[in-house]
């Protein structure tokens, strides 16, 4: 079947196998009996009631360092274990690839879908409108998503401004990161691809090579730190045009000799929205490219601060992902 047609057989070890294997390798150390001194920093004193009283007696229930270490850690490790393996990938968390991850996971909820974004903050160009205004145009029909996800906007005919464009973007992303079927790793950086030939020979993009983004960009003062990976049979990249990462994907398809890009084009807003969305497809097996990625990979113009074109382009790149896995 399509689905990670070049890896069939790969047993990918159950759960109950790697914690085994995890639990053999350990030893001693995870069972060590608590010393008394040990229960100082895991004990909680009972009884201690929280209080929400803005008086002067606002009390929290009690909690100790290692909890939220724990808490924290099992949730962020287990995460990786699942998504080691995950239906789709999409690198890049800005307008396209959050509009892209929201409709995908709305349309398939059975899919495990992983979002790679290489900043702290998800969002690429979408916090701001242009020159670092705050107003955000975007052109009918994508205004159509607003409404949706229930974000005000002024209607001023052929477009829409929202009054500032983190509205659109928080609210999008509050969205998607509901669905349980969605994981963002921020501050996480797709570093390299996989790609594998098929089962009938052919060579497609079969996952992607991650590590931290402080790690990515230190590679240069730190040698030997090697990546992780995901392996997904469908990957959506989405990494923009702009800053350290820009266009990432096609760049490394095209450094490695599969594809010839065709570099963004100057500006022309009204062909180019409509082409980018036109055009978010698979341009190698195993990757479709959507948003200001794709105006690096086809040579698109740009189109300056609207971002009508983001949007369709983000829910194509959803419906062609689908596709694929209907195949
Ligand atoms: O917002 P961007 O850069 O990209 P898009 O395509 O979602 O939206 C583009 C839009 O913001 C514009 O550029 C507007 C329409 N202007 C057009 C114009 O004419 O100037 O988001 C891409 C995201 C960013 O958050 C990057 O940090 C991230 O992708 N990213 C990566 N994340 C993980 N791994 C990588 N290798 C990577 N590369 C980029």
Redesign the pocket.
């Known amino acids: 079947s399509f689905i990670n047609p070049s890896v069939a057989g790969e047993a990918d070890s159950t759960p109950a196998a790697i914690k085994q294997q995890i639990a053999a390798s350990r030893g001693s150390y995870g069972t060590a009996a608590p010393t008394a001194k040990f229960q100082q920093y895991v004990a909680i004193k009972p009884g201690q009631e929280p209080v929400e009283d803005f008086e002067g007696n606002y009390a929290f229930a009690e909690i100790k360092e290692s909890h939220t270490s724990r808490a924290m850690t099992s949730r962020y490790m287990q995460d990786m274990m699942d998504a080691a393996v995950s239906d789709v990938v999409i ?7 959050l509009t892209a991850g929201y409709t995908l996971a709305k349309n398939r909820p059975d899919l495990r879908i992983t979002i ?4 702290v903050a ?5 916090w701001l409108g242009g020159q670092l205004m705050s107003g955000m145009v975007i052109r009918k029909p994508a205004h159509n998503l607003l409404t949706e996800i229930g974000v005000p906007f002024d209607d001023e005919g052929a477009y829409v401004v929202v009054k500032h464009a983190a509205l659109f973007t928080s609210t999008l992303m509050s969205k998607l990161l509901a669905f349980p079927n969605v994981k963002l790793f921020n501050a996480t ?3 390299d691809l996989i790609i594998k030939k098929d089962a009938k020979g052919v060579q497609r993009v079969n996952g992607v090579v991650t590590n931290w983004t402080l790690v990515t960009m230190a590679h240069g003062l730190q040698s030997c730190m090697d990546p992780q990976t995901i392996t997904a049979p469908v990957i959506i990249g ?6 350290p ?2 266009a ?1 994907s096609v760049k490394r398809l095209s450094s490695s000799g599969l594809i010839q890009l065709g570099d963004m084009k100057p ?1 022309d807003m009204n062909k180019s929205e409509g082409l980018i969305v036109n055009h978010t497809r698979e341009v190698f097996p195993g990757i479709i490219v959507s ?3 794709l105006s690096e990979h086809d040579g698109h113009p ?6 009508g ?2 949007i369709g382009s983000g829910q194509k790149a959803a419906y062609e992902a689908i596709k694929l896995f209907d195949r």
Do not use: I, K, T, Y
């Open positions: 690198v890049g968390a800005g307008s396209a690839g790679l974004e290489a900043s998800p969002g690429g160009g979408a950086c797709c570093e989405a990494c923009g045009h702009d800053g990462f820009g990432f500006m948003g200001m990625e740009r189109m300056g601060a609207s971002f074109g983001m």
